[in-house]
């Protein structure tokens, strides 16, 4: 048949909706787990009080090494002379 994807039925479940409504697709997905490779967890059973976005401070921090951004704050501090309480907030020792 050449490279055409040839697909079949191997099981009809029935419609979703009624799979769904009757808790049947829950039960069929609880029997499956247990084969599985993977661990899986019901989002019920997590309990997230906080989130964090790492993704800006994983950006800003590469950018803040590759384009040496301390090292320019360390010589305009000791360049001006800030006074040690300020240069603190600024990374300058």
């Not at 009809?12 to 769904?20: C, H, S």
């Not at 320019?72 to 300058?92: D, F, H, S």
Request: proline share 1%; hydrophobic share 35%; charged share 25%.
């Amino acid at each position: 048949m050449g490279n055409k994807t040839r697909q079949r039925v191997l099981v009809n479940l029935g419609r979703v909706n009624d799979l769904q409504n009757s808790g049947q697709i829950d039960r069929l997905i609880e029997s499956l787990k247990n084969f599985s490779t993977k661990e899986w967890i019901r989002k019920e059973a997590l309990n997230v009080n906080q989130t964090y976005l790492w993704g800006p401070v994983v950006i800003f921090e590469q950018l803040w090494k590759e384009l040496g951004i301390e090292r320019v704050l360390r010589r305009l501090c000791l360049l001006q002379n800030i006074k040690q309480e300020t240069a603190g907030r600024y990374g300058c020792r």
